[in-house]
């Protein structure tokens, strides 16, 4: 199948937002460039009327211009090792591809061959979201991980323990991109499989809940994610801009969640939120109604 290059003239400001803006219209692949951007998308799924409402909307913003061209697939995987440098997180993970040697001063030894999904651990929000992570307690907990792409986040909590993961991405390719690195990274506990939240039983319940996505299908899933987490699980959300960060803590307020920590990385914003555990409630109310029936 032909693909279609979409390149991009930007400023740097703004390779983060648009390579978001185009991963939501489908863009698979993304490669930086001198003067701007370069994004990638099967041909069939381009629609050009997409791009210039974009163009149009930054147009007030920035200088932006594009050209598009049509090519054979290429190996996106050789253009982005070649420039590929493992990233550390907070001196205890290091993400390196499979090329690079293992360095044993890191705890947790990520291996991502990312192909074409997100999450190498260099974009913000992954950083952000690993970081999180090792403030948790892992040993022996169940995990969700909603919008896995490489599965990196997955990959984190089966080392620092979990019992089993299960993780779901809409994309296909990222589905089985995860399940390669689950097997690189040798965590069986990890389960991988392609659909939405509404595919998870709703009767399943798990420890902690990981969802590095958007905005929009945070606004919509919080309710859910709180449905699906044990009492005093934990949910831990990313992708979305500090200015958003307003409406994400309003929707977690409202399902109930207790803010614990947050996070702000060049305008991407993190937060961890703990389901509260009703059982202190309970002995307490069961306690007042013997003391008053005495
Ligand atoms: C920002 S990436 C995060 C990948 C990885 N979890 C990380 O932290 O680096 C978001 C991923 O969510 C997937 N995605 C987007 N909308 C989704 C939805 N409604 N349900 C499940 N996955 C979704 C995308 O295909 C993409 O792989």
């Given at each position: 199948m032909n693909y279609i290059e979409l390149q991009l003239l930007i400023s740097p400001d703004f390779t983060d937002i648009l390579t978001a803006e185009l991963a939501e219209l489908g863009f698979e692949s993304f490669v930086e460039t001198d003067q701007g951007l370069n994004a990638y998308i099967v041909e069939p799924d381009f629609r050009e009327d997409a791009i210039q409402e974009l163009v149009a909307k930054y147009a007030s913003q920035t200088a932006i211009a594009y050209a598009v061209s049509s090519l054979e697939k290429r190996n996106w995987n050789a253009e982005w090792e070649s420039g590929y440098e493992p990233i550390e997180v907070a001196s205890q993970v290091r993400v390196r591809a499979s090329f690079h040697e293992k360095d044993a001063r890191f705890r947790y030894d990520i291996v991502i061959n990312?192909?074409?999904?997100?999450?190498?651990?260099?974009?913000e929000t992954t950083a952000m979201m690993l970081e999180h992570q090792l403030s948790l307690d892992f040993s022996r907990k169940t995990v969700l991980d909603v919008g896995s792409g490489t599965g990196i986040l997955a990959v984190l909590a089966a080392k620092m323990g979990a019992q089993a993961v299960v993780a779901f991405d809409i994309e296909e390719w990222a589905v089985e991109n995860a399940r390669e690195n689950a097997d690189l990274n040798q965590c069986p506990q990890i389960r991988v499989f392609q659909g939405?939240?509404?595919?998870?039983?709703?009767?399943s319940r798990y420890d902690v809940v990981l969802a590095n996505i958007n905005r929009n299908v945070l606004l919509a899933e919080i309710p859910t994610y709180t449905h699906l987490l044990n009492e005093g699980g934990y949910l831990l959300v990313s992708g979305f801009y500090e200015a958003d960060a307003v409406d994400i803590e309003q929707k977690a307020a409202e399902s109930g969640l207790t803010p614990v920590q947050g996070m702000t990385i060049r305008g991407w914003t993190s937060l961890l939120y703990q389901k509260p555990d009703s059982s202190w409630l309970t002995v307490m109310t069961t306690n007042l109604f013997t003391a008053n029936a005495q």
């Open positions: 990312p192909k074409m999904s997100f999450g190498t651990g260099h974009h939405t939240i509404a595919d998870v039983d709703p009767a």
